[in-house]
């Protein structure tokens, strides 16, 4: 039934652009179409959120039936979940909303993309020569092929989660990384010394081969030894 009044809908409640690294841009469009029995007026939109923008949009009158793109712009500007709200607004129908979600990654020495599965390690330790990482120190997953397919910056902590990233079945032409059953291998960067080391692992738990959604908690070292550990309990 036609609606008796000034009437709007949205193509997209929700949009989430995924995984992207930090100061790259990533666009999607919604569409918003007037369905009810006279003008929408005076049409406007405003974006609220860390990373998320749109082009100027003059405020306009949509007729009956017609529609309007929105090109929402995503440009993380920090690692970790950012949230954002795009909302139409006009004079006599109710603001839409639409929420918006997105995660940042930081990239340094090591380049790799994201893709739809990972395997998470948790590097409980870690040491250059036996000396302890520093910030800007850089910790790097390799797949067999030598297909960088996680790093992680060090900052202050002295642990860390990488996700290893699994290849996307979907780019046949582009290997991204890891398939089920494949061994990790693991890269230093020494920021002080601007190089890459080899990284010898020890795993403390968890599966020694890449597994979609995995879990595997480890220790590295530049060291031909391993660490000792001595269950306390």
Partial sequence: ?????????????????????VGEDRQ????????????IENLEFAIEGDGYSIEN??????????????????NAQNEGEENGILTASSDETDDLVVNL?????????????????????????????????????????????????????????????????GDDPETEE????????EAFTFRFYDSEADDELPANSTYRN?????????????TLTTLDIHFNWIDTD
Wanted: net charge negative; charged share 20%.
């Fill in 174 to 181: 582009v290997v991204e990384g890891f398939v089920e059953g």
């Fill in 101 to 165: 979600t997105g995660i940042g990654i930081l990239l340094g020495r090591f380049e790799y993309i994201p893709t739809e599965e990972s395997h998470v390690i948790r590097i409980s330790q870690a040491d250059i020569n036996g000396e302890r990482l520093v910030a800007g120190d850089e910790i790097a997953i390799l797949t067999p092929g030598g297909i960088t397919a996680g790093a992680v910056i060090v900052e202050n902590a002295q642990s860390w989660e990488l996700h290893a990233w």
């Fill in 206 to 218: 968890g599966p020694e081969v890449w597994e979609v959604d995995g879990r595997t908690n480890i």
């Fill in 28 to 39: 999607a469009s919604v569409t918003f179409t007037s369905t009810g029995s006279i003008a």
């Fill in 57 to 74: 949009i003059d405020p306009q009158n949509l007729e009956v039936g017609d529609e309007v793109q929105v090109t929402i712009t995503r």
């Fill in 1 to 21: 039934d036609l609606f008796i009044g000034p009437e709007m809908v949205v193509d997209a409640d929700n949009i989430d652009f995924g995984i992207t690294p």
